[in-house]
Antibody, heavy 117, light 109 residues
């Protein structure tokens, strides 16, 4: 079935880096744009970044621009999010989601990133 | 990239209808018909229930409907059921970004 599975989260100190992965299965990954979205505990959704199906275009939320990098490897059906210079406010559950029309129709369960000294 | 504005909570009794509003700006909701709505139950991933203002993905109940007027989009749920109790988020897509609303908690009394 269509599935997205995130990994790579953990507890990290401020200023450190982390790379999140999102493994896709059950659909033609290379045909879809992909998003990263984060959600803080008990709070709402925040869009983080989007990448086109072929990786040709990437866009970021102002809050992460310059620190986060979205990328993909279509040969591995995997989406990535490189997070540098982590801040306490980056603490969240990070989910990947498939771009469908102008929305997100398939979501992963997320991987938790906790930034703490 | 300012967040869209939703009411923090709404409630209704089983069988009733409710509406959740989502207010944006001329730069997002007002400029394109790219509004989507998501339902999220506790501990679960969000589920797409409306896209492009008023389209339902396959498998989504016809009790859910969406509309837009100017800078405000709305999600209507008819015939409320206990399983509709969840958080609902609106979202608007523009050329190079996506913005979400703060979320609305729906309580079925």
């Amino acid at each position: 079935q269509v599935q997205l599975v995130e990994s790579g989260g953990g507890v990290v100190q401020p200023g450190r880096s982390l790379r999140l992965s999102c493994a896709a299965s059950g659909f033609s990954f290379s045909s879809y744009g992909m998003h990263w979205v984060r959600q803080t505990p008990g709070k709402g959704l925040e869009w983080v970044a989007v990448i086109w199906s072929d990786g040709s275009n990437k866009y970021y939320a102002d809050s992460v621009k310059g620190r986060f990098t979205i990328s993909r490897d279509n040969s591995k059906n995997t989406l990535y999010l490189q997070i540098n210079s982590l801040r306490p406010e980056d603490t969240a559950v990070y989910c990947c989601a498939r771009l469908y029309y102008n929305a997100m129709d398939v979501w992963g369960q997320g991987t938790t990133v906790t930034v703490s000294s | 990239q300012s967040a869209l504005t939703q009411p923090a909570s709404v409630s209704g009794s089983p069988g009733q209808s409710i509406t959740i509003s989502c207010t944006g700006a001329n730069s997002d909701i007002g400029v394109r018909n790219y509004v989507s709505w998501y339902q999220q139950h506790p501990g679960k991933a969000p589920k797409l229930i409306i896209y492009d203002v008023s389209y339902r993905p396959s498998g989504v109940s016809t009790r859910f409907s969406g509309s837009k007027s100017g800078n405000t989009a709305s999600l209507a749920i008819s015939g409320l059921q206990a399983e509709d109790e969840a958080d609902y988020y609106c979202s608007s897509y523009t050329d190079s970004s996506t913005v979400f609303g703060g979320g609305t908690k729906l309580t079925v009394l």
